[in-house]
């Protein structure tokens, strides 16, 4: 709409200056690419001698298409105009408004979105005639970038009536206000910059800045050089005097102390951005200028919002006890609750060792992902299960414990790794180990809460995300430490008997058929060979144990079985990773398993899509995601959302995450996410989508495609020539 | 008694897991920022050609390397290719012996990635001559040397020591026409290994489009 108004507005100031309308500055906007371009005055007439403001309008297309700030980042080049001035006349530099971080994959970029104002100084001389006309041209350049990147230029010009009496252009001299307003200002206080062992860290003393950290959610500081690695996380402090801002210098930085200049925006809770110009000489850092942690820049972490996400972190590990990928494991923990129920020592202990088990996993877990990300690869939650191998172990453990369930075996001393017999007899370990086994499947389940919590914290420093896990992992385990410490709850437990160990049998098929789940999602990753495998190898494992149940106690019997059971399990695991399926049939498979038709995700199906004013539905998923799963039985393959897709012409794409994938990671990392479901539904007026929840409704989806379709068709038609 | 003591070794092993692998995260995370910087060993890499063979940097041992960050829907290497300055430069370092490697680093799906064959038709059409096209799809090569923009260059020296590391040349653009009026870092760099002295320039910043990871 607003588009569609500036073409309106262009073509009106151009039929003007054709029909030769005078009594005003006349710009002539130019349409390039992505962007309306056009040179703006404060003035609508200006008096001879006259100083004053103009400035080059940048009009940038929607959806993250970008221009670049003077210091561009690690890629990118600023605009500029080469001027053609007539006589006497002499324009200034531009003055910019205060950058932001348009971060890219592993690299950041500074500049701006939707528009940018650049103002300049315009000096008329002194011998100007009024009644006369000034005609300042120039060729405007600059970079303007999405993914990909276009060098854009238009040969713009100004003109501008000389008067006796000058005469303010009202609209445009609004615009250069507001681009003024947004630029830095001088700061009145001091600023001094100190080397540390990872680069630099600025301190600002300035009343200024210190009254403006109440109102904080982030910080960040832009340099006018090279001196710092950009893409790195900033630690921001606020004190009484100011703020302290830590960086990671880059290799350009020079050696030893060094003055540092550049911006400091502090962004506030409502979204106000202010700026100060700083320039720190090298000095040390003084106190005042720390002690409330804002960190990282970008993403505001002081205490309270740390606070909620680790709020949100514990939520989402206690609702994952309700997720359906973990609800089987849990079965085992219910066994070993319901046999030490009338042992309240025991019980306390089984309760602790779960709960270390739980955590220790989350804290693999967690390194496993950070160190992934550090290496440069695109992880995020279920990682683990994007590895065949992985994959079909898992399976095979799942059988495994399903047999030990069953009674088919006990374990005994020697298999230490595994623990004691599982849920019955096996003391602390067993409990430990079915924490392990727990995280370990509950992980890649995204549950509600845990999905923010776990995108917010993986932009975080190493700590924040360790932290965030392990708290997820003590929401996880909370609910069985709280009953193993209450004795009240054994009361509600009949006394141990032959109901037991029925019981325990019993719980040994939900055990099988998470094995049988795990068997699915392996044959999504190799094919059915990668599948045979896998029960070659639970073949194997069972003859195995049968043949230590036979052979008995012998220390010779014992090596003979324990080796037949290695087998299996080594050779699932070689077998399951030799075979590598083309993943485009995976892909295929998981997008025609639903009856409403889809076709794969791309990001350049996505804009081909938006091109066409098309609404866009994107389930990002996983075969080895229980959630996605449900949601896509129970909400998206319904009735209620056939028709309305079909009534909309909604394009249904999905994003296949089973297998490891950057493109889907890097696109889950867009929206802050670090692993599926996210579901995603683009409007037809184009522009940035809506973001549905983890666990979907019909009605929701429903809802959500009426919104996406916007009041009328009428605007996205009238929008669609802004593509030619 | 002997089950209390496989407990404790279960939750030593356990603490002592956890322990390490916190640890292992942070020693990781203290080493994100290292790049290749001049006067370093270049980091050890091995990457397929466009013809399917592993090339790895201990193949051209005692040589000087050159390696240059490409995307062929990049307008800044367009404008080295346009000019032909490009293709000139990795003529006459083939004829002085020097290794030239252009590096795609494009994630799949984004510009500037390519197949082996595609590589081969650029380079054909582009009368370009690389001694390889390396595929680094994964963008592991790329990230090893910090490499940030399209074009970044890196000249090796024959003992496995970076010489230089930046932009290509002095004048940041995407203006063809600023080709020949721009001094060429890199065969500055070139040149002074040649004449066995340091080069003056040893380190600039980039330019041009990111790096598509």
């Known amino acids: 709409m607003i588009r569609t108004m500036k073409r309106f507005l262009g073509v009106c100031a151009m039929a003007a200056s054709v029909l030769g309308v005078s009594g005003g500055a006349l710009a002539e906007p130019v349409r390039t690419g992505h962007t309306l371009a056009e040179l703006i005055s404060e003035r609508a007439a200006a008096v001879p001698g006259d100083l004053f403001l103009g400035a080059l309008r940048l009009d940038l297309d929607d959806g993250g298409w970008h221009v670049y700030w003077k210091n561009v980042g690690d890629s990118g080049l600023p605009p500029k105009i080469d001027w053609e001035l007539p006589e006497g006349v002499s324009v200034g530099d531009f003055t910019w408004p205060a950058p932001h971080a348009i971060p890219l994959a592993t690299l950041m970029n500074y500049g701006y979105e939707h528009q940018l104002v650049l103002p300049f100084e315009i000096r008329l001389p002194q011998g100007a005639t009024p009644g006369s006309e000034i005609e300042l041209k120039g060729r405007a350049s600059w970079l303007i970038c999405l993914e990909t990147c276009i060098p854009e230029q238009a040969d713009l010009v100004l003109r501008l009536p000389v008067a006796a009496a000058l005469a303010p252009a009202e609209a445009s001299g609004a615009l250069i206000a507001d681009a003024l307003a947004a630029a830095p200002v001088p700061l009145t206080g001091e600023a001094v910059v100190e080397r540390t062992d990872e680069g630099f860290r600025i301190g600002i003393l300035d009343d200024a800045v210190a009254a403006s950290a109440p109102a904080a959610a982030s910080a960040r500081f832009f340099p006018d050089g090279p001196e710092i690695v950009h893409a790195a996380a900033q630690t921001v402090e606020f004190g009484p005097e100011g703020l302290s801002v830590s960086m990671t210098a880059s290799e350009y930085a020079p050696s030893g102390e060094t003055p540092l200049s550049g911006v400091v925006v502090v962004e506030g809770k409502d979204g106000s951005r202010k700026a100060w110009a700083v320039a720190a000489t090298p000095a040390a850092v003084p106190a005042g200028v720390s002690g ?12 309270l919002p740390l606070l909620s996400l680790l709020g949100a972190a514990f939520l989402g590990g206690l609702v994952l006890n309700l997720m359906p990928c973990v609800l089987p494991v849990l079965s085992i923990k219910a066994a070993g609750l319901v046999h030490t129920a009338h042992n309240p020592a025991e019980a306390r202990l089984h309760g602790v060792a779960y709960t270390l088990g739980v955590l220790v996993c989350f804290a693999a877990v967690g390194a496993i992902l950070v160190a992934l990300r550090m290496a440069g690869e695109q992880a995020g939650l279920g990682f683990q299960l994007q590895y065949p191998p992985m994959v079909a172990v898992f399976a095979l453990i799942m059988f495994a414990v399903g047999l030990n369930l069953l009674g088919v075996f006990e374990i005994g001393g020697s298999l230490m790794g595994v623990g004691g017999n599982l849920a019955d007899r096996g003391g602390a370990s067993g409990a430990f180990f079915t924490g392990l086994l727990a995280a370990f499947v509950g992980a890649p389940c995204v549950g509600p809460f845990m999905a923010p919590a776990v995108g917010v914290a993986l932009s975080q420093p190493p700590l924040t995300v360790m932290g965030v896990f392990l708290v997820i992992g003590l929401g996880l385990a909370a609910p069985f430490l709280l009953l ?18 029925v019981f325990r049998q019993a719980l040994a098929f939900p055990m099988f058929l998470t094995a049988i789940w795990l068997l699915w999602v392996l044959g999504g990753q190799t094919g059915a060979d990668g599948v045979i495998a896998a029960v070659a190898g639970a073949t194997v494992f069972a003859f195995g144990v049968w043949l230590a149940g036979r052979i008995g106690e012998g220390l010779p019997g014992r090596a003979v079985s324990a080796g037949v059971i290695l087998l299996a399990v080594v050779g699932t695991a070689l077998s399951a990773n030799m075979i590598t399926a083309p993943a485009e049939a995976a892909q295929g498979s998981a997008a025609s398993g639903g009856e409403v038709s889809s076709e794969p995700w791309s990001p350049e199906r996505v804009q081909v899509l938006q091109a066409d004013r098309r609404i866009i539905f994107v389930d990002f998923t996983a075969r080895w995601c229980a959630t996605c799963q449900v949601n896509k039985k129970l909400a998206i393959e319904t009735d209620e959302v056939k028709s309305a897709f079909a009534e909309y012409d909604v394009a249904f794409l999905v994003a296949d995450w089973t297998n490891r994938d950057s493109v889907i990671a890097a696109a889950l990392a867009e929206h802050q996410r670090a692993g599926v479901p996210l579901y995603l539904m683009y409007p037809a007026s184009g522009g940035p989508p809506e973001v549905l929840p983890q666990m979907l409704t019909p009605g929701l989806i429903a809802a959500s495609v009426r919104k996406a379709a916007g009041p009328g068709a009428s605007e996205a038609l009238s929008g669609r020539g802004d593509k030619l | ?82 000019s032909g300055a490009m293709q000139s430069l990795q003529a006459s370092a083939r004829r002085d012996g020097i290794v030239w490697l252009s590096v795609v680093s494009s994630k799949p799906g984004s510009q500037g990635h390519v197949t082996g064959t595609e590589a081969d038709r650029l380079t054909a059409e582009r009368k370009a001559s690389p001694a390889h096209v390396l595929l680094d799809p994964d963008g592991s090569m790329g990230r090893a040397f910090g490499a940030k923009t399209t074009p970044h260059m890196f000249v090796i020296g024959p003992d496995g020591r970076i010489v230089y590391s930046g932009a290509i040349d002095s004048i940041r653009s995407s203006d063809v026409r600023d080709v020949p009026r721009a001094v060429n870092y890199v065969s500055l760099a070139l040149e002074a290994l040649k004449a066995g002295r340091p080069p003056e320039t040893t380190l600039t910043v980039p330019y041009g489009c990111s790096v598509k990871y």
């Open chain 1, 292 to 303: 409330t942690m804002l960190s990282p820049a970008g993403a505001a972490l002081a205490l």
């Open chain 2, 1 to 82: 008694m002997t089950m209390f003591s496989r407990e404790r070794w279960s939750l030593i092993a356990g603490v002592a897991a956890a322990a390490a692998l916190t640890a292992a995260a942070l020693i990781v995370s203290a080493n994100e920022a290292s790049a290749a910087t001049p006067g370093d060993l270049a980091p050890a890499f091995e990457e397929l050609n466009s013809a399917g063979g592993k090339v790895s940097l201990a193949d051209f041992k005692g040589r000087t390397v050159v390696l240059e960050w490409t995307n062929d829907g990049c307008p800044f290497v367009q404008k080295h290719y346009n």
């Open chain 1, 484 to 501: 193993s410490f209450t004795p009240a709850f054994a009361r509600l437990i009949p006394r141990p008997g032959a109901w037991m160990a």
